[in-house]
């Protein structure tokens, strides 16, 4: 076998697989993740919320299609994203409630960004990150779309949009109408 052969196959399998692999990427969303917990019941938890103090719970919620978003001060994304949730609540707030979870950071931070930023909606306080942990979060800021069952529907990844937040809502109050129709 010549020299120029034995280089051309392994570079020609090289680049087979490069351009398998660049076909398989194209047409995926890069920051797509599985998500395992998408039709099944929301983890159990018991918070304190930063508006009131008492302790909310997944049980107090069910009845109603919940918009749970997870949130920290120190990500710029989620500056962006708590007009369209304030939004949101004020103009959705009768088909769903909302839920705010600040994880991953300290109270006192927390509370000073709602003072300065609004919180018209229930703010909860995940200092120690064990109920992103158990919903599977993967960074900041995620919103879930959970039913009035406590199933969890949908998880939106980044900034929600108000195109978006208004389309999940909708399903969202579709369900529950039709699960309430249906008994």
Same mark, same amino acid.
């Given at each position: ?14 680049? !087979? ?7 398989? =990427?194209? =047409? /995926? ?9 998408? @039709? ?10 930063? /508006? +009131? @103090? ?8 069910? @009845?109603?299609?919940?918009?749970? /978003? ?5 990500? =710029? ?8 949730? $304030?939004? !949101?609540?004020?103009?959705? @707030?009768?088909?769903?409630? #909302?839920?705010?979870?600040? #994880?991953?950071?300290? $109270?006192? /931070? ?24 158990? #919903?599977?979060? +993967? ?27 208004? =389309? ?16």
């Amino acid at each position: 076998m010549s020299r120029k052969l034995m280089w051309a196959v392994p570079f020609a399998l090289l680049a !087979g697989v490069l351009v398998f692999v660049l076909a398989k =990427g194209f =047409g /995926n969303d890069p920051r797509s993740v599985p998500f395992m917990l998408q @039709g099944k019941p929301a983890p159990a938890f018991s918070l304190r919320s930063l /508006n +009131t @103090g008492e302790v909310m719970t997944l049980e107090k919620l069910k @009845g109603r299609p919940v918009v749970m /978003n997870f949130w920290a001060t120190y990500c =710029g994304p989620c500056k962006l994203e708590h007009p369209v949730l $304030e939004w !949101g609540h004020r103009n959705l @707030g009768q088909k769903a409630q #909302f839920v705010g979870v600040a #994880f991953d950071d300290t $109270e006192e /931070n927390a509370r000073r960004y709602l003072a300065q930023n609004g919180a018209s909606f229930p703010q909860l306080l995940d200092e120690r990150g064990q109920l992103a942990v158990e #919903f599977g979060t +993967t960074g900041v800021p995620e919103t879930y779309f959970i039913d009035a069952a406590g199933v969890i529907v949908h998880k939106h990844i980044g900034p929600i949009d108000p195109e978006t937040l208004v =389309g999940w809502v909708q399903r969202l109050a579709g369900l529950a109408s039709t699960s309430a129709g249906g008994r």
